[in-house]
């Protein structure tokens, strides 16, 4: 791995992270309101993901989509502003944290309804199959999203007709306080593709390495125009589902676990032992992160408010 | 003369095909539109025509379809995705409301979604309570999509093209009673805007103001008053959201009087917008309450009998409109 | 198999085609309006499948439903004069073909909407379950409806749940014009209850006693609390879908081919065979179910249309 | 004094346990209403109380729980499920409208059933266009299903209470800001009545008719208005189908006025069926056109001002009140 690679990865993870903080670190304050499911635990998935797409290709997020916005390229003011309801904000201040969306990257939004953007990456990958395109896209979803009536169908079209959509499970092993266990018939998710002959694989979602190398195996599959995949990324979300949740249904031994497998300390010891980064360049790395952060924490709190007027604008084309 | 006498189901035969052949970004999904034709007739040939890639049979999956239009419009494309009978609309009002509608306002404007849902629906057939609803009521409250329901073969071919070219989303609701209708329709091109209401015919007594089937209903009621004359004036709405209120109210401002007839339910129907509107638009001009004829509040029964007595008849309307200028 | 028996499942299933037969007389000549599914062709699944059940037990039925309603004990006239909305039809002619139900039957009903009776279904078995019962519930569905997102809900819930419900799938090969190979990415639609941890089997649907067989066994192991199972009747629809089916879909060698199989006269030869019935006798069964039919279309045209007040009766309770 | 003051949530709570406890047949499910206690708090501790087999988590399948609480309704079960955000009902909105409503009338009056769906709507809490709809409207256009909205503990109580032992379909729709308000709620059994409305406020100038969190500003703007000589009668529909067209018409035969105020996007809305029945009832008793404040026609935007802008505020009533007793 190049130290050029190396660094945009462990960056965008560190990104994530502290981005995510600061938002917990807004709520607690009330500075942030509404709703805000965190990714902190998730980097690896996002960022080892979308790591591997081209600029035009297209993701689809979820609830849980702050991190998928700043791999896809989200400029974290932008982002931080929008979840701020800021004139600023990438969806000027209506979308939200439910809702950062950026088409102009290929992010095709996050959204509120569990399960709700299957159907959309399952038509962006027609659009690209009926423009003859090579574009690919990765459609991230919860392990809850899985029992979603729409997961169904959208994979049965998607392997059917042989759609360039990388289906991406996001198994964080809860939906909300439901563990996959009490809500899912089968717990190794990967057997629901058995259902559309889709091929399906596990992965070690907290290995950034690990989610590059199987990505890029699918994604080059489906840029060759031969159809889906269902992977799904093992992985844990540090807090709890949103700011009300006292964790109730989850052991603080089994948060510790899944802590001792942090993707960024995972991935940050690795380049150290292969002398790749330096601990030194690791920790600068990690203060330039936390100035970004500030800075774009600066930019959204300084960020006028919508004007009254915008209430009726963007709705129709 | 360059016009021709063609059916309901032509003319959105024609619509189809002149855009397809047009714009390569347009494309047909949904269920039985391929070889079979549609269950009313009218993607017939239209598979043979332009390809399977451009007119796409798709499993019984109804929010995957309205999903996967919604994701093809985001993306470059201009689908026409059909949903068998509005009936089944249910199983993907999530994708409809949450997605499609507010796609590009929670985005701050930054997509465009240029997909037309057609779908069909009344009553008619004694289909009983899964195959007769009338459910346009629904998606005028739901802000974002444009509602449309032609009742002739000329505003049904305008229409849709002009929905096709809309970057808007747009129901595009027919009847199932219009398909073998027909009507006087131009060989040449044409396109009929939306959100505009056309006054069907010209009266002075008394507005009512309709759409879809009921028009027709309306028509026979307003002649067979001007035998007794009564000069109705008939108001056909053809789109019901955006709601065209200024030619209701100028309507209203000659007349004074307003029947609204609709074949939904009555309760929560799209008459009660309408009339509220004219209320709030027009109340110093209303010589008498606005009534509503409308379906009965019931799911559709599948005897004939009941099924008649469930939505208007000329005679209800007839009725109102007597009773309004009493 | 008793001479009993053998009469009674062989009667069953020449009633339904009779029955059907005469419905799509009815059609063309324009004295039956509406819709209509006819299951000529398929009797041996539903006479087979509900053969096994208990009066209590429950079924849910499908747009396609003649078949099962009568398998269930439905009288004929009353179901012939529901189709012709007569006012002594078995839901007083306001459900027609598409709605046929009597739960005192415990038929749950016919539904219009495809895969609109599979959640039913899942809550007839969680009643069941609930009220300690010893009921088992089969839900009938089309191979069409396999791709509807109610179904992997539903098949996912009933799994975890381990609810007594047999999802007994109609696989005539096609959901109106559109085949199984077009419709869904698995062929082998037993492949579906993979997703679900379920198990599954394909069953001969044109041969009534395996039909019986396998049913069984799926019932019994319901019955046992050990949960549901999904079986693919494979079988076929004589008539096309409905009456404006032009049938382009599928060829006329197709149609002869399953003909052949034909579950009365594959039944029938079996018995002689196996000497239970002459072949007079089958022959004397056959008209006195004419006779039946004439009796049931003698009372359904006779019968009185809905008075008027019917209209707004039946609604709430 | 045998009153105490509990919360809106608390009251949920407690007509949830007494008709648990009183009848072996209800049982609950839906997403999160086990150990987690439900988005809102209202089943906390029901699961610990009346174990897993009666407290059902679920996994995110709403079509299949409104579907598996339809067949346990039917055979012999009281089911009352969740839905978490009302948001989310256009995913089982086919097993509600096509399946829940009218399985009775379509099976000729022979099926019974007692299914209430729980759920909550409205804004207030910034969530944007996915948490914070009011689609009331699209329910009482179903018939077969009533629709229940309760401002008030008492009411919240009673009216769940009578829900639950009611033998039709309930919807019964919550508003997520009204969960820790407070009011006086009797410690002994009482039963609300579904299908009236109660005057929560006497007046003699104008009726408000409101209904759900929008009774609050209501009463705020009557008290302002009491100050400035304006007498407002205020009346909570709580139920909206069916709807007390009785009570509201006696009001206005005293007022000769009204304004309807509700937070749902304002075309189609539930505001619209109220005033066209006013219209029909009273036509002759209105003094002046009826006012809707309702919410925007636009998916509710994330930003706490506007979002304040896109639901009727105290003000607004203010402002329409005064406007319609110029
Ligand atoms: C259709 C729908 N049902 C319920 C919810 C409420 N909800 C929000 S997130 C969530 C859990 C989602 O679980 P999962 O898909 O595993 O994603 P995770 O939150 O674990 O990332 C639930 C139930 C919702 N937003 N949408
Ligand atoms: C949700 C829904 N979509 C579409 C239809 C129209 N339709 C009626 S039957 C049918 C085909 C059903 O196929 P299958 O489930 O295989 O049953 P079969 O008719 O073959 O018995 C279709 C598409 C419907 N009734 N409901
Ligand atoms: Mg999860
Ligand atoms: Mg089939």
């Known amino acids: 791995m190049k130290k050029e690679e190396a660094i945009f990865l462990l960056k965008q993870m560190m990104q994530i992270r502290q981005f995510e903080d600061k938002i917990w670190e807004l709520l607690s304050k009330n500075i942030a309101q509404g709703g805000s499911h965190l990714y902190a635990g998730e980097e690896a998935v996002a960022v080892g993901a979308i790591s591997i797409l081209h600029p035009d290709d297209y993701i689809t997020s979820t609830h849980r989509g702050h991190g998928h916005a700043i791999a896809k390229g989200g400029k974290l003011p932008e982002l931080m502003a929008e979840i701020l309801g800021k004139a600023t904000g990438v969806c000027k201040g209506k979308g939200g944290s439910l809702h950062l969306a950026d088409l102009s990257q290929g992010n ?210 | 003369m360059h016009n021709r006498e063609i059916t309901y189901r032509q003319a959105l035969h024609e619509a189809l095909t002149e855009e397809m052949e047009r714009d390569g970004k347009v494309f047909l999904m949904g269920e039985d539109i391929g070889p079979y034709g549609g269950a009313y007739g009218a993607t017939k040939g239209l598979i043979e025509k332009f390809g399977e890639e451009r007119v796409r049979d798709t499993a019984i999956s109804e929010a995957a379809i309205i999903g996967a239009g919604l994701g093809a419009a985001m993306t470059g494309m201009r689908p026409v995705v059909e949903i068998m009978y509005i009936d089944f609309i249910g199983i993907c009002m999530g994708q409809i409301n949450n997605q499609v509608a507010k796609i590009r306002y929670m985005f701050g404007g930054k997509a465009k979604v240029p997909l037309v849902i057609r779908t069909e629906g009344g009553a008619g057939r004694t289909l009983g309570a899964h195959h007769s609803q009338s459910l346009e009521a629904w998606f005028m409250h739901i802000p974002g999509i444009r509602v449309v329901m032609p009742a002739t073969p000329y505003d049904a071919k305008g229409l849709l093209k002009t929905s096709i070219r809309n970057d808007n989303p747009t129901l595009f609701i027919e009847h199932k009673m219009l398909y073998n209708t027909k009507g006087q329709v131009p060989k040449s091109e044409y396109l009929v805007p939306l959100g505009e209401a056309e006054v069907k015919r010209k009266g002075s007594n008394i507005s009512l103001i309709t759409y879809s089937r009921m028009l027709l209903y309306s028509l026979e009621a307003a002649e067979e008053l001007e035998r007794q004359g009564i000069s109705v004036e008939v108001i056909d709405l053809r789109t019901l959201f955006p709601l065209d209120i200024k030619t209701i109210t100028e309507s209203i401002k000659k007349t004074n009087r307003a029947v609204i007839v609709e074949e939904d339910c009555k309760t929560g129907g799209a008459g009660a917008e309408i009339g509220m509107q004219i209320m709030e638009n027009s109340f110093n001009w209303l010589d008498a309450p606005i009534k509503r004829v409308a379906g009965a509040d019931v799911p559709m029964p599948k005897s004939s009998i009941l099924e008649k007595l469930a939505i208007p008849s000329k005679e209800d309307i007839v009725k109102a409109i007597k009773e309004t200028l009493r």
């Open chain 1, 108 to 317: 095709l939004g996050a959204n509120g309804v569990v399960g709700g953007s299957l159907g959309i990456a399952t038509g962006a990958g027609l659009s690209v199959k009926l423009r003859k395109a090579k574009q690919v896209v990765i459609c991230f979803f919860g392990d809850g999203a899985t029992n979603q009536g729409i997961f169904h169908e959208s994979l049965n079209m998607a392997s059917k007709w042989r759609l360039p959509v990388i289906y991406l499970c996001e198994n964080n092993l809860y939906g909300m306080s439901v563990s996959v266990k009490r809500a899912s018939a089968v717990e190794d998710l990967t057997k629901k593709a058995l259902a559309y002959g889709m091929p399906a694989e596990n992965v070690d979602g907290m290995d950034i390495l690990m989610v590059r190398k199987v990505v890029k195996k699918w994604v080059d599959f489906a840029r060759e125009g031969k159809g889906p995949a269902l992977l799904i990324c093992n992985t844990y979300r540090y807090y709890g589902h949103s700011r009300s949740d006292a964790k109730v249904y989850r052991s603080r031994e089994e948060e510790d676990l899944w802590r001792q497998r942090d993707p960024i300390i995972l991935f940050s010891k690795r380049l150290i032992k292969e002398g790749i980064l330096k601990e030194e360049e690791i920790k600068d790395l990690e203060k330039k992160v936390t100035e970004e952060i500030e800075e774009a924490t600066r930019f959204a709190m300084e960020s006028p408010l919508p004007e009254s007027s915008a209430l009726y604008e963007d709705l129709y084309a």
